[in-house]
Structures are given as structure tokens and as C-alpha cells.
């Protein structure tokens, strides 16, 4: 804990993630280009074809979609309780990228849905609850942005993300047994080949790495345009 | 208690001498439930068959109405400041003002409700299991709304954000309520949806006057 408070600084934050920008943006490119690799080197797959390269590309966006939302639900628990700044804006920089992610997540799924399903879209209960979760992100980003005072936005866009941290599981199982329910297209189940998984390991460290990388850059910017802003207005 | 008391029968009166925000959103409520058959076509087999749903959402729709004046009305003119200075905690003050908000919208549609079912020939059973269904739904309507309306409280239009903010989070509402109607119109028992929606209005009521507590507190700067 000792340990978050010192780079929880924002001048120590900058120092640290200075260093590590170059990094993280290499090994960035670096796990993509690996992934994309193996993941268009695999043997087609004997029930979806080539289509199952998809997969590469479309379960990353998925899980970084929500590990996004873990980040804003932890981001905000910390705003709240230590009314740490630092969290304000690490959970406020996070909402685009969570919401980028669960677009391309859709965007990825129907375009492999279409030919494994033989359409673009369909009320699936994993669809769907996607579908409400980049809703979920919109209306916390609109918070953000409809308060002006800066402070007060913060504090209510850390209520609303722990809301939605409680929220979202129960909104995952209502939807889950809404579509059992009705009897929805199962998803194709059954264990993963290695060949495949690797690719897809690869890619799901390249996207962590961007989503670091890119949350990383968000934060500093931020810090960097409140500093110009309180230079601007000749504070201390 | 008493203090409660005089909150809700404050509110309620408030409610029902300004413009009639019950009657208003029973209008509205049965505006959508006319408009529906005239968009879907007059064939009762379908219109049997989405009641649950429609009327599950024109419900929602309808509680949302008169959201966003929750806590605004009594922000604007100070007397939220005056409530805040009362012995009484901002926990108790939410509570108050989603029963109120429920008495006088999410408990009128609920008895409404059966005359729309008729309209819609819905089946005298799926009918009891609506109404059931709405009595014990529409109660998170109100609870899950005052997080929305506490946390937009301070804004000049916040009743165009507070829909994008509360209608993902009232999801398993819709899902449970309408889904045991369905269930029923699908031979099926509807138990099973009545119990987890009562479990989430139950949740939604117990969690939400916190959130909204501490919403409305950070906008009145303490």
C-alpha cells in the first residue's frame, strides 16, 4: 500500500511512466506483430476454416473490454475512500479505451458472427450483455463530461462506477438466464488446440500492453494539460 | 420517523398538487400502450404475446418521466440544504423520496396495468403474474432512478444524461419482470423470475439510498 501512495504522487507517476512508456509501447508492437503472425500462420480449423483467426483479434478486445471496467471500478474505490486525484484520473482516462474495446469486441464478433452464424447479429446473452456494457461506459463517460466542476464530476463518476461494478454481474446473469429463456444460439464450446491458444495468448498480452500503453499516455496528458491550465491561470 | 414522515407526505402532496406527475405519467404509460398496436399491427396472437414486454418497458419509461425533478426541484429553491440540516440522515431523506416517487408513479401504473393487459388480450394468468410482476419491479425502478437523479442533480439538463445512465442498470428488471410474464405465456412456472426480480428490487432499495446519499452530499459540497 505504501508503495501505491508513493507513485499515486503525480510527479512520481510521471517520472515512472516516462520510463516506462517506451517500453510498454514496444512490447506493444512487438506481441501484436507476433500474434498476427502466428495467428494467420495457423492450420484452419476443421469446423470454422480460416475464420478462426477472428478469434484473435475478437477475444483480446473482449477481455481488455472488461478489465477496462475492473480498472474504473478499482480506479473509483480508491477516489472515494482516499480522494486520491491521481485515481480520478486514471479511472476517467481508462472509460475511452473500455469503451473502444467493447466496440471492437462487437464490431469483431459480428463480423466472425456473420459467416459462423450466418448473421451479424443475434440476441445472444454474451452479445448482449456487450452491448449494454458499451452503454454502461457511454453514460459514465457522459457524466464526466455534463459536470463542469471538476472535482464534483470525479466524485460522481467514482458513484456511478461502483454502481456499475455492482451492476454488471447482475446484469451478465439476467441476461444469461434470459437467453436460456428463450433458447439461444449456443456458442460454440469445447477445448482450445494449443496451436491456437498460443497466437491467442500473444494477442491478448499485445492488447493489455496497448491498453497500458494508451491509459498511460491518456493520464500524463491529463496531468500535463492541469498543470498548463493552473500555469495559464498564474496559480502556484 | 416522524421527520420521515413529514418528508413523504411533503413529497407526496408535492407530487400530486404540481401538474399531477402521476396523472402524467399514467398518460404517458397508456400513450405508449395505444401507440404500440397501431405500430405492431391490430393481431391479438402477437399483441398477447409482447404485453409482458411492452408494457414492462412503457412501465420503465414511465418512471423515468418525472426522474430527474427527484432531487432538483428541492436543490434549486435551497430547500435540499434546509432537508440536509435536519435531524435526519441523507440516507433516510433518498429513502423517502423514492417511496414518494414510487407512490405516485410506479404504484399507479401497476394498477393500471390489468385494464392496458385487457387491451392487449393477455390471459387472465399472465395478467396476475404482470401485475404481481410490475408490484414488486417497479419499486428498483425508483431506487435505481434516485442514483441517477442524485448524481445529476446539479445539472441544467440533466434529464437527457439520466436516461443513459439508469436504463443499462434497470436491464434485469425489464428481463425478470417481463421474462416471467413470457414465461407463463409459455407454459412454464413464473416463480422463478418473480423471486430473483423481488431480489433485486429488494437490492436495488436496500443499496441505493447509500449512493444516493453520498451523490447528494457531494453536490451540496459537504
Known amino acids: 500500500m505504501q508503495l501505491l501512495f508513493r507513485y499515486a504522487n503525480p510527479h512520481a507517476f510521471m517520472r515512472l511512466s516516462g520510463a516506462l512508456l517506451p517500453f510498454t509501447a514496444a512490447a506493444t508492437i512487438l506481441l501484436i506483430a507476433i500474434g498476427l503472425y502466428l495467428g494467420f500462420t495457423v492450420p484452419p480449423d476443421y469446423q470454422q476454416g480460416m475464420t478462426v483467426t477472428m478469434m484473435f483479434v475478437h477475444v483480446p478486445a473482449a477481455t481488455m473490454a472488461e478489465l477496462a471496467y475492473g480498472v474504473i471500478a478499482v480506479a473509483s474505490f480508491f477516489s472515494l475512500v482516499w480522494r486520491h486525484p491521481l485515481s480520478d484520473v486514471a479511472a476517467r482516462a481508462a472509460a475511452p479505451y473500455g469503451a473502444l474495446f467493447t466496440a471492437l469486441g462487437l464490431i469483431t464478433g459480428s463480423l466472425w458472427g456473420r459467416p459462423m ?98 491509459w498511460m499516455i491518456a493520464i500524463r496528458t491529463e496531468i500535463l494539460s492541469r498543470k498548463a491550465r493552473t500555469l495559464m491561470l498564474g496559480g502556484p | 420517523m416522524s421527520a420521515f414522515r413529514a418528508l ?41 404475446r409482447i404485453a409482458g414486454g411492452i408494457l414492462w418497458v412503457a412501465a420503465v419509461l414511465a418512471g423515468l418521466l418525472s426522474l430527474d425533478r427527484l432531487f432538483q426541484g428541492d436543490f434549486e429553491d435551497g430547500s435540499l440544504d434546509v432537508i440536509a440540516l435536519s435531524p435526519l440522515s441523507l440516507e433516510s431523506v433518498a429513502l423517502a423520496k423514492i417511496l414518494a416517487h414510487w407512490f405516485s408513479t410506479g404504484l399507479p401504473l401497476t394498477l393500471i396495468s390489468p385494464l392496458l393487459a385487457i387491451l392487449f388480450n393477455l390471459p387472465p394468468g ?85 449512493a444516493a446519499a453520498a451523490a447528494v452530499r457531494l453536490n451540496l459540497g459537504g
Not at chain 1, 129 to 148: D, H, P, T
Not at chain 2, 188 to 205: D, K, N, T, V
Request: aromatic share 10%; with cysteine.
Open chain 1, 117 to 214: 452464424w450466418g448473421t451479424w447479429w443475434q440476441w445472444d446473452g454474451r452479445l448482449t450483455s456487450f452491448l449494454l456494457l458499451l452503454f454502461v461506459y457511454l453514460g459514465y463517460m457522459a457524466l464526466w463530461n455534463a459536470i463542469e466542476d471538476e472535482t464534483r464530476a470525479a466524485r460522481a463518476a467514482a458513484i456511478l462506477g461502483l454502481v456499475g461494478a455492482v451492476n454488471i454481474p447482475i446484469i451478465k446473469f439476467s441476461v444469461d438466464w434470459w437467453t436460456t429463456l428463450h433458447q439461444g444460439e449456443s456458442i460454440i464450446s469445447g477445448k482450445l488446440a494449443p496451436v491456437f491458444l498460443w497466437p491467442l495468448l500473444v494477442m491478448m498480452a499485445g492488447y493489455a500492453f496497448l491498453f497500458v500503453t494508451l
Open chain 2, 8 to 48: 413523504l407526505g411533503r413529497d407526496l402532496r408535492l407530487a400530486a398538487r404540481s401538474g399531477g406527475g402521476a396523472a402524467l405519467a399514467l398518460g404517458f404509460f397508456a400513450l405508449v400502450a395505444t401507440l404500440v398496436p397501431l405500430g405492431i399491427g391490430p393481431d391479438v396472437k402477437i399483441l398477447a
Open chain 2, 126 to 210: 399472465p395478467t396476475l403474474v404482470l401485475f404481481i410482476s410490475l408490484l414488486i419491479g417497479t419499486p428498483s425502478v425508483s431506487a435505481v432512478g434516485a442514483i441517477g437523479a442524485s448524481l445529476t442533480l446539479s445539472l441544467k439538463r440533466g434529464g437527457l444524461i439520466l436516461p443513459l445512465i439508469i436504463l443499462p442498470l434497470l436491464t434485469p428488471a425489464v428481463i425478470f419482470g417481463a421474462g416471467s410474464v413470457a414465461a407463463l405465456m409459455d407454459g412454464m412456472q413464473p416463480g422463478g423470475g418473480l423471486i430473483l426480480l423481488a431480489a433485486f428490487a429488494a437490492a436495488a432499495c436496500l443499496l441505493s439510498p447509500f
